[in-house]
């Protein structure tokens, strides 16, 4: 109504000064003898039908009223107020007539039902004509004279989601409840006024996806992480929501315990089945203790095999005596084959630096003569290659036969073999093996491994 009486307003003031020169120059075209320049008007006029004349009237009078329109639109005070300005945010919301993301149609002020002006806040909001039209920048549109246009206002950037949800059920069978928010962009404006009601579908989304990442928690053995798997949660919803309609740009998630009669019974059942764990836990723990405790009396009874060989041959070498005295108790099970807990490398043989110009195992025959002499060993047989080196002995004892294999001796660890009196073979290998060892101590090895058989 204001436009049109600003439209009026204007036209009489244009149309006055074309009706005064008619009204001056009617007299002139009326007379007999008007002046050259009516007389001229006057013939042009003569000349033509009524119906062009009319039509000339015609494009007068609309040039007129164009000018009048183009007056009122330039006219500052009437923009501003065709400028639409709609709180968008207020009017989406469900008393309003809006469903949270777009408004009810929104009704315009039209020059001559095809002209008007849309006003958006770009990147904030959009506007749908028809809904197949969107408009994203402030700006004049026009439509058919006989169609009328349907606009709707779309936030782009709508309030937070803001939701509970009640009883979400853990993997542990605890009842939470999930206070969640969203922050999120519409991504597609035209599918969206397509949907009688597009928060309801990211909702129903949110709260599934928030439902079933909690459901894989053992929420009563990560209560005091809560705050990072909270944090993780959000990332996966952020994540794994590739969604049509929406853009998920930020998740705020906070979990608490339901208050519900079964989040009580089920806290005592967990509470009972921790404390069978860490009883279970206590119990392998003594197991392990007694495990050491007997390897620790394994470590002894080995010892006490090296020392009563020992004992037998008291007046072998005095490297033989130091080499004994230098066994540890895990080089022993070393070399009895005793599993140690945690076994760590043996320690390092002693180095025999004795120089002569006799050979190797020519060097250790009087340490194995000593031992025969004591009745540690019964006899032994010195056996060699065609081209005369070394290359074994053999060891009567009084349980059956010793066979020390060793062609590349000092370089190659020996290889024990016991033959028994019941003709019953074994074979010993030697894993700590330094090339400064003598037979003796290989002796030492296989009688205490003899004596572990007994």
């Known amino acids: 109504m204001k436009t049109t009486k600003k439209f009026f307003g204007i036209f009489p003031k244009i149309l006055f000064f074309p009706v ?29 039908s009524i119906f062009t004349i009319l039509l000339i009237v015609f494009g ?50 039209w020059i001559f039902s095809v002209l008007t002006y849309v006003y958006v806040e770009t990147g904030k909001e959009c506007a749908i004509v028809d809904g197949e039209r969107i408009i994203e920048t402030k700006q004049w549109i026009t439509k058919s004279f006989f169609h009328d246009a349907v606009i709707r206002y779309v936030l782009l950037e709508p309030p937070p989601l803001i939701m509970t949800i009640e009883n979400v059920r853990t993997q542990d069978d605890l009842y939470l409840t999930a ?33 079933n990442l909690i459901g894989r928690l053992d929420y009563y053995t990560i209560a005091d992480k809560k705050a990072k798997y909270e944090n993780e949660i959000c990332a996966a919803i952020q994540r794994e929501s590739i969604l049509p309609l929406f853009e998920i740009t930020s998740v705020h998630l906070e979990m608490k315990l339901a ?15 921790q404390k069978e764990k860490d009883l279970l836990v206590e119990d392998r723990q003594k197991e392990r203790d007694h495990a050491r405790e007997i390897d620790k009396a ?44 945690n076994l760590e490398s043996a320690p390092n043989l002693p180095m025999l630096t004795e120089a002569t110009e006799r050979s190797r195992y020519e060097r250790e025959k009087p340490e194995l003569d000593n031992l025969q002499e004591n009745g540690v060993i019964k006899n ?30 000092p370089d190659i660890a020996p290889t024990i073999q016991f033959i028994s009196r019941s003709g019953q073979t074994y074979e010993w290998p030697i894993e700590k093996w330094n090339a400064n060892m003598t037979i003796v101590h290989v002796i030492t090895i296989a009688l205490s491994k003899i004596k572990l058989l007994q």
């Not at 208050?259 to 089945?273: A, F, G, H, S, T």
Request: hydrophobic share 40%.
């Open 298 to 341: 394994k470590i002894g009874a080995g010892l006490t095999i090296i020392k009563e060989t020992a004992e037998i041959a008291k007046g072998r070498s005095e490297s033989t005596k130091e080499y004994i005295d230098s066994l540890g108790p895990r080089a022993i099970l070393s070399m009895i084959g005793t599993p140690y807990h």
């Open 20 to 48: 005064l020169f008619v009204i001056m120059a009617l007299p002139q075209l009326l007379s007999k003898s008007p002046s050259p320049f009516f007389r001229s008007i006057k013939q042009l006029l003569e000349s033509q």
């Open 60 to 109: 007068i009078l609309l040039l007129i009223v164009l000018i009048a329109v183009v007056a009122v639109l330039t006219d500052d005070e009437w923009k501003e107020n065709m400028k639409r300005k709609v709180d968008t945010t207020e009017a989406v919301k469900r008393e309003r007539g809006g469903n949270g993301i777009y408004t009810d149609p929104i009704p315009f002020i």
């Open 179 to 211: 206070d969640i928010s969203v922050t999120y962009r519409v991504r597609d404006p035209l599918a969206i006024i397509k949907k009688a009601d597009p928060l309801k579908i990211l909702q129903e989304h949110v709260k599934s996806q928030c439902t």
């Open 259 to 273: 208050v519900d009669p079964r989040n009580v019974e089920k806290i005592e059942e967990l509470k009972r089945q």
């Open 380 to 409: 032994y047989e010195s056996r060699w290659s065609k081209d005369g080196n070394f290359c074994g002995v053999v060891i009567e004892v009084d349980d059956g036969q010793i066979h020390i294999l060793s062609p590349s001796y």
